[in-house]
Structure formats: structure tokens, C-alpha cells
């Protein structure tokens, strides 16, 4: 009975990620660490955001294989399906339904000034979609689909978070309390893990410059090149300081692997150049990914196992998010059925 209580009162954590393409160092220490941290104190709810990652173009052969490659690879960060639930966006039909009842209560000028928005339509100029620019919409529906009180993510998510909110707010305040405002949950260090090629931009899969970006199943040997041509500066003690960006993101992801702080980092180092630190945080990234990238491997193999997983998830998370769909149409005046 007490257990019993204190499951119900456990707070709902909910996030997603794009499964377009490779899944990154800066994914997993922003966003992936804390998924699989917060499983013990929360009832957390994980989703591989297959929808979003159609607002650019896919490849269809490549875009399933992506999938389940990343269905594969959270199980092995340690999404652990007895304790979470995990699905697959897609194969929840609640969620592509709330987001077109919430993009009647999203307004055009709240989406143009979306920075994401703005930047992936530079960057895809040719194909700026509906979906692009509606995108934010649909991850409100994610999000307050399970009345989530928490989601974690990395830095650059905070403004769709914060729009998440407001949408909340909004249909909340015209029919009453609907949903759960939720709150963003960002990590200390490494909410923003920085390109390894410019570290004055974000580490981004979708960079063309594959030394940019440390992926999370790169081998030893490809870690240890990429950290060596790290661009850092002319500068040769390693601190924590302006206008040392590259330090700064080495030191951060340093920091994040093993736990020290930036004065400890500062002091192991004393004395000892940027070769050396370079050499440190690929062996200790090295170390930190060397157990995933094994379990990726079983999981992979195992494609039965991985669609009871992803099956599972989503029989779950419809159940959840039927409530809140069925809830929402029913202020908003359909007739449900
Ligand atoms: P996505 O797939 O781009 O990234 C997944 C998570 O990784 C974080 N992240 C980073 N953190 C630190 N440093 C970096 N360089 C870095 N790059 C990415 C992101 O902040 C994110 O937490 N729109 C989301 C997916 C999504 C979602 C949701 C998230 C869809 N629906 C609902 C939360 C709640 C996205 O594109 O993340």
C-alpha cells in the first residue's frame, strides 16, 4: 500500500530524441545521461521523435534503419523498459492528433521566432516544409500528452520548452486545467556540448564535418583522432576561461564523464599541456562509451527482442496519452466517441 502511494506520487519526467542519424556525445551527455538517471526516482517516459525527424528530408532505407539503430542504442545508454516506458512516436497516434489541435492554439509569430526554425530553414532552404515550421506544436504535444512535470534536455531545446509552456498555459486558461505546465530540466555541465572543429557552434549530428562530432559508437581509434585535432587555442595551460571556447567544451565534457569540477581538472593538468588533456578526455570518453557500445552490438542483433520493447512502449504510452487526448477534445467541444 505504501509502495503503492509513493508510485503515484512520483513526478513524470518525459523527453524524446530524433533518431536522424547518428546519435552524438553531445546528445549523450545533455540529454541521455540524465534519461537513464532519473529512472529510480520518477516514472519516466522516453520517445524516439520519429515524426520530427521527417521535417527534413530522410532517406527512407537509411531513416528505418536509424530507427531501430536508436531504439537500440537508448536501450544500451540504459533506458531500462522495466522501469520506463519507451516507444517509438510514430506508433502513438495520440500524438500526432493533439498536435493538430494544438497548432489551432499556437500563433504563426510564436513559431517564426523559433531559432531552430530559423537556422534548419537556412540550412534547408529548398525544403521548408509546414512540418518544419509546426514542429515545436508537436513536441508541446509530446510533452503535455503525459502531463509531464519535468523534461530533460540540453540547452537548446529550452526555447521549444518554454513554448511548450506557454501553449499549456494558454488552452489551460480558455477551458479550464487541462494540462500539466511542465518544467525544463537541464543539466549543470554539458547542456550545451560544443563542436569539437568550432567550438563557438553547438555539436550537431547533422554536421558535414564528421570531426566535429564525437559519435556515441565511434571506435576508440576514431575518438582519440577526433579529441587529438580538437581545435582549442594558442594558449597552453588548461583553465577555464573567456576566449578559451575549445578548453572550455573540453574541460565541460571532461567534467561531465568522470565528475570533477573544473578547479580539480585545472589542478590534475597543472603543468601539463593541451596534448595531454586532449589524450585524458578521449581515454575517459572512451571508457564512458566502451560498455554501451558492447550492449549496442547484443541489441542490434536481437530485433525480436527490440519490437517486444518498442510494442510495449507503445500499448503503454497510448494508454496514458488517450487520457489527456480524450480530455482535450472534450474542452474543446467534439463529440467524442
Ligand atoms: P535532438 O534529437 O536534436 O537532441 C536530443 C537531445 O540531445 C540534446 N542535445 C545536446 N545537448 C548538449 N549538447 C549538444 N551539443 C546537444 N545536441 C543535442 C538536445 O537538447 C535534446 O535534449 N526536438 C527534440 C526532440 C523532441 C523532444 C520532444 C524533446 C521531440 N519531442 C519532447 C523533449 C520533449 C530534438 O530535436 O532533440
Not at 539503430?69 to 506508433?91: N, P, T, W
Not at 581545435?231 to 597552453?236: G, K, W
Request: glycine share 6%; proline share 3%.
Amino acid at each position: 500500500m505504501e509502495e503503492q502511494k509513493s508510485q503515484v506520487k512520483k513526478k513524470v519526467i518525459f523527453s524524446a530524441i530524433q533518431p536522424s542519424g547518428t546519435i552524438t556525445l553531445g546528445n549523450y551527455i545533455g540529454a541521455l545521461k540524465n534519461w537513464t538517471n532519473l529512472q529510480d526516482e520518477f516514472n519516466c517516459i522516453y520517445a524516439l521523435a520519429d515524426l520530427h525527424a521527417i521535417t527534413v528530408r530522410q532517406n527512407p532505407k537509411d531513416f528505418k534503419k536509424n530507427i531501430l539503430e536508436a531504439y537500440a542504442l537508448l536501450l544500451a545508454c540504459g533506458v531500462d523498459v522495466e522501469k520506463s516506458i519507451f516507444f517509438i512516436q510514430s506508433h502513438v497516434h495520440t500524438h500526432a492528433e493533439l498536435a493538430w489541435v494544438l497548432n489551432c492554439y499556437t500563433q504563426f509569430g510564436e513559431l517564426s521566432r523559433m531559432t531552430q526554425f530559423k537556422d534548419k530553414s537556412q540550412k534547408h532552404a529548398d525544403n521548408v516544409n509546414v512540418g518544419l515550421f509546426a514542429y515545436p506544436s508537436l513536441m508541446a504535444a509530446d510533452i503535455l500528452l503525459y502531463q509531464a512535470d519535468m523534461v530533460p534536455v540540453g540547452a537548446d531545446q529550452k526555447q521549444h520548452l518554454e513554448l511548450s509552456r506557454n501553449i499549456a498555459e494558454r488552452f489551460n486558461g480558455i477551458y479550464g486545467n487541462t494540462f500539466k505546465v511542465p518544467d525544463p530540466y537541464i543539466p549543470k555541465t554539458g547542456a550545451k556540448i560544443m563542436s569539437l572543429q568550432d567550438p563557438t557552434r553547438k555539436m550537431s549530428k547533422s554536421d558535414e564535418n564528421v570531426n566535429s562530432f564525437v559519435a556515441v559508437l565511434d571506435k576508440p581509434d576514431v575518438i582519440m583522432k577526433k579529441f587529438k585535432r580538437a581545435v582549442t587555442d594558442s594558449d597552453a595551460r588548461v583553465f577555464y576561461g573567456d576566449g578559451k571556447e575549445g578548453i572550455n567544451n573540453l574541460m565541460g565534457i571532461y567534467s561531465s564523464v568522470t565528475g570533477l569540477t573544473n578547479q580539480q581538472i585545472e589542478k590534475e593538468f597543472e603543468g601539463k599541456g593541451y596534448g595531454d588533456f586532449k589524450v585524458a578526455v578521449a581515454e575517459a570518453v572512451i571508457e564512458e562509451l566502451r560498455p554501451i557500445q558492447e550492449r549496442f552490438d547484443k541489441y542490434i542483433a536481437d530485433k525480436a527482442y527490440l519490437k517486444e520493447c518498442y510494442d510495449k512502449g507503445a500499448e503503454l504510452a497510448l494508454r496514458f496519452s488517450q487520457r489527456t487526448l480524450d480530455k482535450a477534445m472534450k474542452k474543446v467541444g467534439f463529440v467524442i466517441k
